[in-house]
């Protein structure tokens, strides 16, 4: 009986975060990497739930974002990458110190996906959006960006020289880090929010 009870909530899980999943717009191969649905099961199950109750779901199609340099982009996008990469840590999804050691490659963001991740991932993402006025990361570009950061070899987590903060850094970069908010004081070295400005001499 236990075990029927065990299997039953573990189905009602996958199919909890299959639907929290399709409600962030997440395309079916994504869903079925993190929850192990059948793409049959997923189909059946954006039927039911949301057609069928009326409810309006963009469903992409084609191939995930693979993009990681996406992030780099801008200050804003890498500001918001290193905010949700940190809530990512905080419920754990990611390790610390991810991207800097250890199972680099596709083996690492296999290990990586999971259900129990899966509702971490959501509830980090969650929170990013509430937090985070009018966001520019999507829940795809928000996979990638956690499968980038495991893989190791495009992406790794960061401190910022200045003030300590978590940030998302080009792995093969060679400049220190630093992050948006420390730029302003020195834009020729990069940011330095932590840096004393010097007074001017008196004439």
Sequence with gaps: ????DDRYSRDRQRLDIAMHFIRHEARTHTIRQWTG??????????????????CRVARHRGKSPQQAAFFMRSARL?????????????????A????????????ATAALAGVGRAAALCQAYDAYRAIVASPGIGFEHAVLLVNALARGSELALGACQGCGALLVVDSLALRPARCALCAVDDP????????ARRARPMP
Excluded: F, W
Aim: net charge positive; aromatic share 4%.
């Design 1 to 4: 009986m236990r075990i029927s």
């Design 37 to 54: 649905l059948t793409d049959d099961r997923i189909r059946k199950l954006y039927r039911s739930y949301l057609q069928d109750g009326g």
């Design 78 to 94: 890498r500001h918001e990458a290193g905010a949700l990469a940190g809530l990512c840590c905080l419920v754990g999804v990611l």
């Design 96 to 107: 610390r110190d991810q991207g800097r050691v250890g199972t680099a490659g596709s083996a």
């Design 188 to 195: 020729r070295r990069g940011p330095g929010c932590n840096s």
